[in-house]
């Protein structure tokens, strides 16, 4: 009795607005869960279920705002990797904490019509980005030319070598892609709109590539890049990616949006930059071609 008196009287209730990217999995029937990774401003769970994204980012406001990510407007529960965890009935019971999902925000959102004048500009200030973890590689470069070709045997070929490829929670080769594929996504259907030529191609381009990806990306890789992956596939990204394609199409300043993009992480800033990079090329050479 006297432990669950002390259960009752330190449970805290709070509520927080989650990305609808996790929408399928935060209203399914409570799953289990375990702490995958415990930082000040932010707890990665995984979730044993057959749903993607299978990996949840519980975080305060300081924190990176990944597309997978429940937002809270008070601090995090002390817990260590290992510890148990449920989540559906859009709550989440992390150690003393039950979280209750009240809102939703969208990760993905459209870009609006896309200038086609602004592509050259755009993907010269994006240039290589400095600090890319894998600058140089033979499969970054081959990735890059197949898409500006709209070679697709190519395009799988460099993306089947480039997943799961570094070190960290979400490698570098991850990050590359994902950056690719928001790209491709949003500017494709962003000209599509405009009637621009050539922009199905790159819409076709990230149809192909997310299948490539996300196959088998739960063994090449580690959970939440995975889950990450998984996202970029359908276009939902942070923030700061998204500010900067915002940034490309005119919407905003690209210049401070891409500083923005370029501080997160080690290298992730600067390989998501890269794999967008990629993606304003291929957009701008498919236009052309066609």
Request: charged share 20%; with cysteine; hydrophobic share 45%.
């Amino acid at each position: 009795m006297t432990v669950s008196t002390h259960a009752r009287r330190t449970r805290v209730h709070v509520s927080g607005a989650a990305s609808t990217a996790v929408r399928p999995v935060l209203e399914s029937q409570r799953r289990p869960a375990r702490v995958l990774a415990a930082f000040p401003e932010g707890v990665y769970l995984e979730v044993r279920t057959e749903l993607e994204p299978s990996v949840i980012a519980v975080i305060t406001g300081e924190a990176t705002r990944l597309p997978n990510s429940v937002l809270l407007a008070t601090s995090l529960p002390n817990v260590t990797v290992g510890d148990e965890a449920s989540v559906g009935d859009r709550v989440i019971d992390l150690g003393p904490l039950s979280l209750s999902v009240r809102r939703w925000w969208d990760p993905s959102p459209p870009l609006g019509p896309l200038d086609p004048d602004r592509l050259a500009p755009a993907a010269a200030l994006l240039g290589e980005p400095p600090g890319a973890g894998l600058a140089g590689n033979g499969a970054v470069e081959l990735l890059s030319d197949s898409c500006a070709k709209g070679w697709l045997l190519g395009v799988v070929t460099a993306a089947e070598q480039l997943v799961g490829l570094g070190p960290g929670l979400t490698p570098s080769g991850d990050d590359v892609l994902a950056g690719l594929l928001v790209t491709l996504r949003h500017l494709g259907t962003a000209a599509e709109k405009t009637g621009q030529a050539g922009a199905g191609r790159a819409v076709w381009l990230a149809d192909w590539l997310a299948a490539t990806v996300t196959f088998d990306a739960g063994t090449r890789t580690t959970p939440l890049s995975a889950t990450l992956l998984h996202c970029a596939a359908r276009g939902a990204a942070s923030p700061e990616v998204i500010a900067v394609l915002r940034g490309v199409v005119g919407r905003q300043a690209l210049e401070p949006a891409l500083r923005r993009l370029l501080r997160l992480g080690h290298t992730s800033g600067a390989d998501l930059a890269q794999g967008i990079a990629i993606g304003v090329r291929a957009v701008l050479a498919l236009s052309e071609a066609r």
